[in-house]
Structure formats: C-alpha cells, structure tokens
C-alpha cells in the first residue's frame, strides 16, 4: 500500500511523506526541523525510522529543515549531483549523500522511483513519480511551464500532487511584491497558476486518476476556493468530477491519502473486442420468467 501526507506546503516551506508498508521517505524538507519532528510525530512516524530524505531542489522553501535534521537524525539524503553541490557548502559537519540521476529510473526502500528535469530557477530540479506495486503518485512542484516530457511523464497516475501557486489576477492587483517579482513567478521558470494547472490537467486526467492534491499555493496571491474551482471545472467538463480535489495547507498537514482505491478500468481494443463478439456468435435472448414480479425483473437488468 502506498500513502501520502502533506506535513505542510507553502511558499514558506513544503515537505511531504510517502510510506508503504515497509518504507518512509520524506519528500523535501522545507519546514524548520522542529517543525516536521511535530508534524511528523502528528502523522505517528518517528524522524529515525525514515529511509531518507528525497530533495527536489535547493531552494530554501524545500530544504530549509534538512541540515538540523540529519544532524540530530543521519539519514540518507536523496538529490541528484548538482543539487548537492549547491546545497552541501551550506551544510555542518558530514552528510549521507545518495546521488541519483536528475532524470532516470531507480529503486529506493522498496520504492520504484523516477526523476525527470522541470523548468524553474534552480540548479537542476527535478519532478518524481513514485511507483509501489500498481500504485502510482506523481509530485511536481515549482515549475514554470509544462513540457512535453512532464506531461509523458506524468500519465497514467492514481494521486497527483501538484502546485497551483497563484491566481493570475490576484498576481497582477498584489502591492507587496514589485513587478520584477511578479514577472519571476510568471516566468518560463518560476511557479504555475491556478489556470496552467488547470490546463494541464484537463490534458493528463484520465479514468484512473483517483485524487489531485494542490499545493505551493501563495499566501497572498492564491487562495483555496479558486484553486479547487479551477480544478473541478476542468475536471467536470472532462467528465471526472468524482476525481478528489484537496489543497494542501501551509499551517497543518493534510489527512492520509491512499494511493489508489480501485482497480485500473480495463479497455479491450476495439478490434480484438468486435473480434470476440464474431467468435461468441449472437447473444442469446434473455427471457424473464413470468412469475418474476417487476422489480425482479429490474434487478435483472
């Protein structure tokens, strides 16, 4: 079984924890370290029976805590070579590197794991789909713009978590922040919008996907209600309203989220299908006996 917990995701820090039955892997660690001890402890893990610490990339909203942490705690952390190389300086006293590939295939704890490169404005972030038995989770954060290997990369999932980091028109009326900061976030390498989100998802949603999780939302520039709608109206329009849609808080985690609920539906192509159908031969009729009372015969149909 595969499940996710969002410890909390923000512009502040984002940090997420992925368990099967016999592993837990912490995804970024952007809060302070007092902070996912408190939430982790919330969630009923314990900071040493993690098998690492997966980091995206090295801004400080994802890996503000992990210096603290593997110091009280030496767990193995996962990033890929020029990630560490900017984050390693930073760091006091030795760490437990595990290198992976920036854009490859590996396993981890029992995890099947797969990194692909994103556009943002850090040494070489990465995206993550994570794969345990028929389950599948994809994790994109901080990201710019969608490419075409993102949305290769990102098919065919049960759970999506995803970032939705601002609303365009609260954006352009925000007066906190100067137009140079505005145009980062809108730029090619810097944060998706409620409304790219959308688009995205209106293009990768299928009829296996079970749950959205939205998260990195802004503080001032996003709230839940337009993320969620924008999500829900494309998702409606797709005809996969059942699909969850939950946002991910800054201030609490989220409840557990299991990683897919119900069997994959299966299609027969429709070449072997009409195929089978010439093999059977006609359909015989089916002839209700005359004493079923009506409801009966519903029931049959």
Same mark, same amino acid.
């Given at each position: 079984?595969?499940k996710?917990?969002?410890?909390g995701? &923000?512009?502040?820090?984002?940090?997420?924890?992925?368990?099967? @039955?016999?592993?837990?892997?912490?995804?970024?660690?952007?809060?302070?370290?007092?902070?996912?001890?408190e939430?982790?402890?919330?969630?009923?893990?314990?900071?040493?029976?993690?098998?690492?610490?997966?980091?995206t990339h090295?801004?400080g909203?994802?890996?503000? &805590?992990?210096?603290?942490?593997?110091?009280?705690?030496?767990?193995?952390?996962?990033?890929?070579?020029?990630?560490?190389?900017?984050?390693?300086?930073?760091?006091?006293?030795?760490k437990?590197?595990?290198?992976?590939?920036?854009? !490859?295939?590996?396993?981890?704890?029992? %995890?099947?794991m797969?990194?692909?490169? /994103?556009?943002h404005?850090?040494?070489?972030?990465?995206?993550? /789909?994570?794969?345990? &038995?028929?389950?599948?989770?994809?994790?994109? =954060?901080?990201?710019?713009?969608?490419?075409?290997?993102?949305?290769q990369?990102?098919?065919?999932?049960?759970?999506?978590?995803?970032?939705?980091?601002?609303?365009?028109?609260?954006? =352009?009326?925000?007066?906190? *922040? +100067?137009w140079?900061?505005?145009?980062?976030?809108?730029?090619?390498? @810097?944060?998706?919008?409620?409304?790219?989100?959308?688009?995205?998802?209106?293009e990768m949603?299928?009829? *296996? %996907?079970?749950?959205?999780?939205? @998260?990195?939302?802004?503080?001032?520039?996003n709230?839940?209600?337009?993320?969620?709608?924008?999500?829900?109206? /494309?998702?409606?329009?797709?005809?996969?309203?059942?699909?969850?849609v939950?946002?991910?808080?800054?201030?609490?985690?989220?409840?557990?989220?299991?990683?897919r609920?119900?069997? /994959? +539906?299966?299609?027969?192509?429709?070449?072997?299908?009409v195929?089978l159908?010439?093999?059977? !031969? +006609?359909?015989? +009729?089916?002839v209700?006996p005359?004493?079923?009372?009506?409801?009966?015969?519903m029931e049959?149909?």
């Amino acid at each position: 079984m595969l499940k996710l917990i969002v410890l909390g995701s &923000g512009s502040a820090g984002n940090s997420a924890l992925v368990c099967t @039955g016999t592993s837990r892997l912490l995804i970024d660690a952007g809060l302070s370290a007092t902070r996912l001890i408190e939430r982790l402890a919330l969630a009923g893990v314990a900071p040493e029976s993690l098998n690492g610490i997966f980091i995206t990339h090295e801004h400080g909203d994802h890996c503000r &805590g992990l210096d603290l942490l593997t110091k009280k705690h030496p767990l193995p952390i996962l990033c890929n070579a020029r990630t560490r190389e900017v984050m390693r300086d930073s760091m006091k006293g030795e760490k437990n590197w595990h290198i992976v590939p920036g854009a !490859g295939s590996f396993e981890f704890a029992g %995890l099947k794991m797969e990194t692909f490169p /994103v556009p943002h404005d850090a040494a070489e972030p990465v995206g993550l /789909v994570l794969r345990h &038995g028929e389950a599948a989770l994809g994790i994109l =954060s901080d990201v710019g713009h969608i490419t075409p290997l993102m949305r290769q990369k990102l098919r065919a999932l049960d759970t999506l978590f995803i970032e939705a980091n601002y609303d365009t028109e609260l954006l =352009s009326q925000d007066t906190k *922040r +100067p137009w140079s900061t505005k145009q980062r976030i809108q730029g090619r390498h @810097g944060h998706l919008s409620n409304e790219q989100t959308a688009a995205f998802i209106a293009e990768m949603a299928c009829a *296996r %996907l079970e749950r959205i999780v939205l @998260g990195h939302l802004s503080r001032d520039c996003n709230t839940p209600d337009l993320a969620t709608a924008a999500i829900r109206a /494309v998702l409606a329009a797709r005809e996969l309203a059942e699909v969850d849609v939950h946002c991910a808080a800054a201030h609490e985690a989220t409840p557990w989220f299991r990683v897919r609920t119900r069997p /994959v +539906p299966i299609a027969v192509p429709p070449p072997l299908a009409v195929a089978l159908a010439r093999e059977a !031969g +006609p359909p015989a +009729p089916t002839v209700a006996p005359a004493s079923a009372p009506a409801w009966h015969q519903m029931e049959l149909l």
